[in-house]
Antibody, heavy 120, light 107 residues
Framework: QVQLVESGGGVVQPGGSLRLSCAAS????????MHWVRQAPGKGLEWVAL????????YYADSVKGRFTISRDNSKNTLYLQMNSLRPEDTAVYYC?????????????WGQGTLVTVSS | DIQMTQSPSSLSASVGDRVTITCRAS??????LNWYQQKPGKAPELLIY???SLQSGVPSRFSGSGSGTDFTLTISSLQREDFATYYC?????????FGQGTKLEIK
């Protein structure tokens, strides 16, 4: 069965950096686009980034462009999100999600999320 | 960026009711509209993709319709486990954007 397990969250000071990981299993990881989506406490969902199956194309939300970098290692079945210049408004639960093959941009499996708190 | 607006923001209903949630895009998105359900403390789950296609394993009381800019999610007969927050999401163009959510509560 498909499993996505995020790790790497924690507390970081404003201006700091953090790298999130998402370990994938139960499907052919190298065949699917992968997303990061976040949810601030008590708020709605915000799409963060997408990386195509081969890692060649990456897309970002305006709010993180230039600060966050999505990447993947298909040999390790792992997705990453490098977060630099963190701001308090980046505080959220970060989910990784698998893209579905049925239509571009839909996400059919999600991890349990990892909490990032940006605070001094 | 494409803005997604859901209505209502919250809704009270009873078990057995028929419920409709609407989602409007700020520009045409063809049928690139997806619906998710999220329960407290849990990750979202895909219900409907491409406006009207039911995700595998999702009960048939859920249905979606629409194209262009106006879309609806309908639950034909509410069950207790359906009380949750629902989000629409456009996947027509990046950045992919979500609606603000509709919280469905028990009356």
């Amino acid at each position: 069965q498909v499993q996505l397990v995020e790790s790497g969250g924690g507390v970081v000071q404003p201006g700091g950096s953090l790298r999130l990981s998402c370990a994938a299993s139960g499907f052919t990881f190298s065949s699917y686009g992968m997303h990061w989506v976040r949810q601030a406490p008590g708020k709605g969902l915000e799409w963060v980034a997408l990386i195509r199956h081969d890692g060649k194309n990456k897309y970002y939300a305006d709010s993180v462009k230039g600060r966050f970098t999505i990447s993947r290692d298909n040999s390790k079945n792992t997705l990453y999100l490098q977060m630099n210049s963190l701001r308090p408004e980046d505080t959220a639960v970060y989910y990784c999600a698998k893209g579905t093959s049925m239509v571009r941009g839909a996400m059919d499996y999600w991890g349990q999320g990892t909490l990032v708190t940006v605070s001094s | 960026d494409i803005q997604m607006t859901q209505s209502p923001s919250s809704l009270s209903a009873s078990v057995g009711d028929r419920v409709t949630i609407t989602c409007r895009a700020s520009q045409t998105i063809s049928s690139y509209l997806n619906w998710y359900q999220q329960k407290p403390g849990k990750a979202p789950e895909l219900l409907i993709y491409a406006a009207s296609s039911l995700q595998s394993g999702v009960p048939s009381r859920f249905s979606g319709s629409g194209s262009g800019t106006d879309f609806t999610l309908t639950i034909s007969s509410l069950q207790r486990e359906d009380f949750a927050t629902y989000y629409c999401q456009q996947s027509y163009s990046t950045p992919y954007t979500f609606g603000q959510g509709t919280k469905l509560e028990i009356k």
